[in-house]
Nanobody, 122 residues
Framework: QVQVVESGGGLVQAGGSLRLSCVAS????????MAWYRQAPGKERELVAT???????NYADSMKGRVIISRDNAKNTVYLQMNILKPEDTAVYYC????????????????WGQGTQVTVSS
């Protein structure tokens, strides 16, 4: 099995910064794309940023220019540096990891973490 655990959320004032971390562990042969999503109360879960195994990144318009996604392949960890936070960034932030569990074709599964709460006060 694979476990995905996020950390780093909390309460911050508008204009502040937070750095989220997400670690994957368990039956992992390699990790493909890693991503951060968020879900605000009453809203659907939305993509924030993705990063491939070779470091190519993609950002959603909602936070582009204010977030940086990065990863440490040796630690199976992905980070999300969030700057100039706004009250509308308040949400539960989730990590999604595409894990290859073996060399067998198609043995790739996506796993979610339990989420970490980010609250931005005005």
């Amino acid at each position: 099995q694979v476990q995905v655990v996020e950390s780093g959320g909390g309460l911050v004032q508008a204009g502040g910064s937070l750095r989220l971390s997400c670690v994957a562990s368990g039956s992992i042969f390699s990790i493909n794309t890693m991503a951060w999503y968020r879900q605000a109360p009453g809203k659907e879960r939305e993509l924030v940023a993705t990063i491939t195994s070779v470091g190519s990144t993609n950002y959603a318009d909602s936070m582009k220019g204010r977030v940086i996604i990065s990863r440490d392949n040796a630690k199976n960890t992905v980070y999300l540096q969030m700057n100039i936070l706004k009250p509308e960034d308040t949400a539960v932030y989730y990590c999604n990891v595409a894990v290859r569990r073996s060399i067998r074709l198609g043995d790739v599964y996506k796993y979610w973490g339990q989420g970490t709460q980010v609250t931005v006060s005005s």
